[in-house]
C-alpha cells in the first residue's frame, strides 16, 4: 500500500460540498502514543497513521462558526458554538490520511444529535467555552450527564508569532483531508478542504484534563507540540465506503 503524503493542501479537492463551515481559535495540543494502545480504538480497515514510528493523540478546541449545507451561508446559532475534540491520526487502505475522533465537546444540543444520527460521530452534549483576548486564550468544558463526573477540560495558553516553516510533524497533525468514522456498519472517509494552516506558537499556561483519559487513551507528562491557529474555512465532501 502507498500512503498519500503529507501535503499543506488537498490533492483531493471538494468541488461539491455537502457541509461548509469556518473554524476559528484553533489550539492543537499532542502527545506521543504508542501506535498499538490506540489501534484498537480505530475503526475496522483503518490503522493508527505514524510519524517515526509515533502515533499522536490531539487535544483540540476551536470555534466552529455558521455551519451549513452545501455552500449555503450557514446558521447563526445552531451552527456557531465552540467545540472541544479528542482525536487519533488514521489512514485506511487506499492510502489515505485522516482523523478518527474520540469525543466531541459541543454546547448545541441540536448539532449533537443531527451529528450522531447522520456520521455516528461521539458527540457529547457539553457546557463549553472559549475566549481569545490577544495572545491570551482560555476554554473550559464539561460534559452533561449521563456522562460520568469528571468528563471536562480546563486549559490556559499564550499565543505567539507564525511560524513561516512549520516543519514536518506539524504538518503532520494538521494537515489532514479526511475523517474516518463508523456509518451503518461501514467504515467511511469524509474528505475535507481548505486552505492551508496559518500556524502560530503557542505555551500552555495550564491544563487539567479528563478528556483524553475518557476517551481510552494514556498520556504521560506535558503536551509535545503546542500550536494555535486563527482558523480557516472548510467544506466536506461526500463519504466514500473503505473496502
Same mark, same amino acid.
Given at each position: 500500500?502507498?500512503?498519500?503524503?503529507?501535503?499543506?493542501?488537498?490533492?483531493?479537492?471538494? @468541488?461539491?460540498?455537502?457541509?461548509?463551515?469556518?473554524?476559528?481559535?484553533?489550539?492543537?495540543? @499532542?502527545?506521543?502514543?504508542?501506535?498499538?494502545?490506540?489501534?484498537?480504538?480505530?475503526?475496522? @480497515?483503518?490503522?493508527?497513521?505514524?510519524?517515526?514510528?509515533?502515533? +499522536?493523540?490531539?487535544?483540540?478546541?476551536?470555534?466552529?462558526?455558521?455551519?451549513?449545507?452545501?455552500?449555503?451561508?450557514?446558521?447563526?446559532?445552531?451552527?456557531?458554538?465552540?467545540?472541544?475534540?479528542?482525536?487519533?491520526?488514521?489512514?485506511?487502505?487506499?492510502?489515505?490520511?485522516?482523523?478518527?475522533?474520540?469525543?466531541?465537546?459541543?454546547?448545541?444540543?441540536?448539532?449533537?444529535?443531527?451529528?450522531?444520527?447522520?456520521?455516528?460521530?461521539?458527540?457529547?452534549?457539553?457546557?463549553?467555552?472559549?475566549?481569545?483576548?490577544?495572545?491570551?486564550?482560555?476554554?473550559?468544558?464539561?460534559?452533561?450527564?449521563?456522562?460520568?463526573?469528571?468528563?471536562?477540560?480546563?486549559?490556559?495558553?499564550?499565543?505567539?508569532?507564525?511560524?513561516?516553516?512549520?516543519?514536518?510533524?506539524?504538518?503532520?497533525?494538521?494537515?489532514? +483531508?479526511?475523517?474516518?468514522?463508523?456509518?451503518?456498519?461501514?467504515?467511511?472517509?469524509?474528505?475535507?478542504? @481548505?486552505?492551508?494552516?496559518?500556524?502560530?506558537?503557542?505555551?500552555?499556561?495550564?491544563?487539567?484534563?479528563?478528556?483524553?483519559?475518557?476517551?481510552?487513551?494514556?498520556?504521560?507528562?506535558?503536551?509535545?507540540?503546542?500550536?494555535?491557529?486563527?482558523?480557516?474555512?472548510?467544506?466536506?465532501?461526500?463519504?466514500?465506503?473503505?473496502?
Amino acid at each position: 500500500m502507498i500512503i498519500e503524503p503529507v501535503t499543506p493542501r488537498t490533492t483531493r479537492p471538494v @468541488h461539491r460540498p455537502v457541509l461548509s463551515q469556518f473554524w476559528r481559535h484553533l489550539l492543537f495540543v @499532542h502527545w506521543p502514543v504508542n501506535p498499538a494502545a490506540v489501534a484498537p480504538l480505530l475503526p475496522p @480497515h483503518v490503522r493508527p497513521d505514524v510519524w517515526n514510528g509515533t502515533s +499522536w493523540v490531539g487535544l483540540v478546541p476551536f470555534r466552529m462558526e455558521r455551519l451549513g449545507l452545501g455552500r449555503g451561508p450557514g446558521l447563526p446559532y445552531l451552527g456557531t458554538f465552540p467545540e472541544v475534540n479528542v482525536r487519533l491520526y488514521s489512514v485506511d487502505r487506499q492510502g489515505r490520511r485522516g482523523v478518527v475522533f474520540r469525543s466531541l465537546e459541543c454546547p448545541r444540543l441540536a448539532a449533537v444529535l443531527a451529528a450522531r444520527a447522520t456520521l455516528s460521530l461521539p458527540y457529547r452534549w457539553s457546557s463549553t467555552h472559549l475566549s481569545v483576548d490577544g495572545d491570551s486564550y482560555f476554554m473550559a468544558t464539561r460534559a452533561h450527564p449521563p456522562s460520568p463526573a469528571g468528563t471536562g477540560c480546563v486549559l490556559t495558553a499564550r499565543t505567539g508569532k507564525q511560524l513561516l516553516a512549520p516543519g514536518p510533524l506539524a504538518d503532520f497533525l494538521t494537515a489532514r +483531508w479526511g475523517l474516518h468514522t463508523r456509518v451503518g456498519g461501514r467504515t467511511v472517509y469524509l474528505p475535507t478542504d @481548505h486552505p492551508a494552516w496559518p500556524l502560530y506558537e503557542a505555551r500552555l499556561g495550564g491544563l487539567s484534563d479528563g478528556l483524553v483519559r475518557a476517551a481510552g487513551i494514556t498520556v504521560r507528562g506535558a503536551p509535545t507540540s503546542v500550536l494555535y491557529s486563527p482558523g480557516v474555512p472548510v467544506r466536506f465532501g461526500r463519504w466514500q465506503t473503505v473496502d
